[in-house]
Structures are given as structure tokens and as C-alpha cells.
């Protein structure tokens, strides 16, 4: 099962992507691990990408869960995939790939987002990802999780979703 766990800066990607991935015991890839160098330096500098900025981004990512598809193996995947656009990209490299999207309001996210220490993701962003946000459409494949909630409700509905994606494929 390849799962992108999806949203706005300080929904919870890399903690609910993580504790997901331990739990189907696949390989956890944090999407900002790999963004170019350039790329962080915009954002900490305060400045928002743009499609072109993420375009490289998408693409290897998109390579590494083609890869993952590709080998059998699952993988779990944060990412903001903003744009419904974003998320075509990763569905084209693996048409399973199921999408995860967290939810959660702009104060709750500034506020996570502000209390983060050694991110490069500014709170002053958080408001560009809401303007971009296209939140998950019904004809996409996936789950959308509340995740204003505390971390542990989050990490349970997360992890029920998750469960219905492996009934689906079952079914």
C-alpha cells in the first residue's frame, strides 16, 4: 500500500506519516527531507513556492513512490500535495496511491506552526498553503482526517482510514 499523507504546514504530516508507516511496517519517505536546497532557502527566507519551485520536488518524489509501486514494497509518504494538480503527478507514478489528507483551521496551524523549533517553515507561510490549498475531491482516492484534535485522535482516525484503504483493496 502506497499512502501520501497530505495538508497544510502543522497538520501532523511527518507524525501521523510515520506512526502509519511503522504500523503497515513500510519505509517512511518526509517529503521535506528532500526538497532542493533552494527550495528551503525560499521558504525560510519567507517566501511561498510556486508551481515551477515545486515541479522538481513533485517529480522525485513522484519517482520514489513509482519506485516503491514498482518493487511491491509500500511506502508512506508526507507531502503537502497542496493542489489537486500535485496530487496527479504522485497518483500517475502509482494509480493505488491513496491520499490521506489532514484537516485542521489556520489559527491551529499558525500555532503549531509557530512553535516548532528547527523547521525552516515559517508561520508566515501558513497562510500561502491555505490560499493554495484544493482540499481532497471525492473522485480522489483517499480519506480525509479532522487533525485539530490532539495528536492522539489524530494518529486514531489516521490509522482507521488507513484500514479502509486496505479493505478497499481487498474488496
Same mark, same amino acid.
Given at each position: ?17 510515520? @506512526? ?18 533552494? &527550495?528551503?532557502? #525560499?521558504?525560510?527566507?519567507?517566501? /511561498? ?13 513522484? *519517482? ?13 509518504? @508526507?507531502?503537502?500535495?497542496? #493542489?489537486?494538480?500535485?496530487? *496527479? ?37 501558513? &497562510? ?5 490549498? *484544493?482540499?481532497?475531491? /471525492? ?8 487533525? @485539530?484534535? &490532539? /495528536? ?5 482516525? @489516521? ?8 479493505? *478497499?483493496?481487498?474488496?
Amino acid at each position: 500500500m502506497i499512502v501520501v499523507v497530505v495538508g497544510v504546514s502543522g497538520c501532523g504530516k511527518s507524525t501521523v506519516g510515520a @506512526a502509519v508507516a511503522e504500523g503497515l511496517g513500510t519505509p517512511f519517505l518526509e517529503g521535506d527531507a528532500v526538497h532542493p536546497a533552494a &527550495d528551503v532557502a #525560499k521558504m525560510r527566507a519567507g517566501h /511561498p513556492l510556486t508551481d515551477a519551485d515545486r515541479e522538481p520536488w513533485l517529480r522525485l518524489l513522484a *519517482e520514489r513512490v513509482h519506485a516503491a509501486a514498482g518493487s511491491g514494497q509500500g511506502l508512506v509518504v @508526507a507531502c503537502s500535495a497542496l #493542489k489537486r494538480r500535485y496530487r *496527479e503527478v504522485l497518483r500517475a507514478a502509482a494509480p493505488d496511491v491513496r491520499f490521506l489528507h489532514l484537516v485542521l483551521d489556520r489559527d491551529t496551524a499558525r500555532r503549531r506552526v509557530a512553535a516548532r523549533t528547527g523547521h525552516f517553515m515559517p508561520a508566515a507561510l501558513v &497562510d500561502s498553503q491555505f490560499d493554495d490549498l *484544493e482540499p481532497l475531491e /471525492p473522485d480522489e482516492p483517499g480519506a480525509t482526517v479532522d487533525a @485539530a484534535g &490532539d /495528536p492522539g485522535t489524530t494518529l486514531a482516525l @489516521a490509522r482507521a482510514a488507513v484500514a479502509r484503504f486496505g479493505d *478497499e483493496r481487498t474488496a
